[in-house]
């Protein structure tokens, strides 16, 4: 029978709070335990008691760690590193997904020359504009005995240090099996919906969308465009609709539920997500949420030249598009809305690649190999 192999998570972000690799990581952790690994997470206590995340960590199959947020930042710091260092000894594999556990790593190394360490990227922790720090991250993957890349153009990101054991595989989903899957009938064009689910934020490029409204609405006259995720850039966004004379067009839906974030999926047409580098060198890494959206029937148009070319199947799922040129985005809606059963179809089929179980034998295969 074979020895249960202990694996070691740090992640800079956890359920119960939100975020993408938050989210990953939890479907990580738990798609390992259910592989027969005994499985520990490290990461941060973000509430002031710890009373949801205590809440969230006693219902899951495997253990969780936390370290409180102080004030101080650096107190917070090393005390991650000490906990990182405690942890590692026992652990045959330890994986690090986020900017700083990729640091931690660097440390780690320095301890455990022999042990088996996997660097997982996202994207904006390779695209650090500080150089000092930059540098520290690429001293890190070197150390690392492989590395991860969550899509294509992440690694690509990675590619000038020339890394010999290296893996694209691609970010999961899992919307339960509890959500009822309601085949998508062709919408009417004159009362169009568009939604895009994220933190409302210059990376996930709602203004984008927003600017392309103006045209929409001239072809769609009852066109709405849903917002849902966490409110940062509300105000912002709200006066640049005003601006252009379509503020009653967007519906700004803040955090919602998963139950609710279903229903609003399931009333949209297309998903959209016209994601942009932001000069901090902020940059999407996959898209999770439009293979949602996907698994629901419902098409999506993302931008190029990011991680969502992993997540969209061109002229299949739907359309990739300069996120800045209004002309390719019309064009984009206008061609799924005129086959629009058969990308509703396509778009479910898509989804399938990138359920869960099929993304955790990947991680297996890699890490094992």
Not at 110 to 116: G, V
Not at 136 to 149: D, F, P, Q, R, Y
Not at 292 to 307: F, H, Q, R, T, Y
Request: with cysteine; glycine share 6%.
């Amino acid at each position: 029978m074979k020895a249960t192999k202990n694996i070691l998570l740090i992640t800079s972000e956890f359920p119960p709070q939100p975020g993408g690799i938050g989210n990953h990581a939890y479907n990580l952790a738990k798609g390992l335990a259910a592989n027969s690994y005994s499985v520990k997470v490290l990461c941060d206590r973000r509430s002031s008691n710890g009373k949801e995340e205590k809440n969230f960590d006693s219902q899951q199959s495997f253990e969780v760690k936390r370290i409180k947020r102080e004030k101080v930042i650096f107190s917070t710091y090393y005390r991650r590193l000490q906990k990182a260092k405690q942890l590692t000894k026992s652990a045959d594999i330890v994986l690090l997904s986020g900017k700083f556990p990729l640091w931690v790593g660097f440390y780690l190394r320095l301890f455990f020359p022999a042990k088996k360490l996997f660097a997982i990227i996202h994207g904006s922790e390779v695209q650090l504009g500080f150089s000092a720090l930059r540098k520290l991250t690429n001293l890190s993957l070197k150390k690392m005995n492989g590395v991860i890349a969550v899509s294509s153009y992440t690694l690509s990101l990675i590619k000038h240090l020339q890394l010999t054991n290296t893996m694209v595989i691609p970010n999961g989903f899992d919307l339960g099996s509890r959500i009822p899957i309601k085949k998508k009938s062709q919408p009417n064009s004159k009362a169009l919906r568009l939604i895009t689910v994220g933190n409302v934020s210059k990376r996930k490029g709602q203004e984008n969308v927003i600017k392309a409204l103006p045209k929409l609405r001239a072809k769609y006259p009852n066109l709405e465009y849903h917002v849902v995720g966490i409110p940062t850039l509300r105000k912002e966004l709200e006066e640049l609709a005003k601006s252009l004379e379509v503020g009653k067009q967007v519906i700004f839906h803040g955090k919602v539920s998963e139950k609710r974030k279903i229903e609003l999926l399931q009333t949209a047409a297309i998903f959209v997500m016209l994601s942009q580098t932001t000069k901090t060198g902020d940059v999407e890494g996959f898209g999770i949420a439009i293979l949602e959206a996907n698994a629901l029937g419902v098409p999506a148009i993302g931008s190029k030249n990011c991680g969502i070319e992993d997540a969209i199947k061109e002229n299949y799922s739907g359309f990739l598009v300069d996120p800045k040129n209004n002309k390719e985005i019309l064009q984009a809606v206008a061609e799924i809305l005129s086959h629009y059963s058969s990308f509703a179809e396509q778009a479910k089929e898509w989804s399938t690649n990138f359920k869960w179980p099929k993304i955790i034998k990947q991680y297996v295969n890699f890490i094992e190999s």
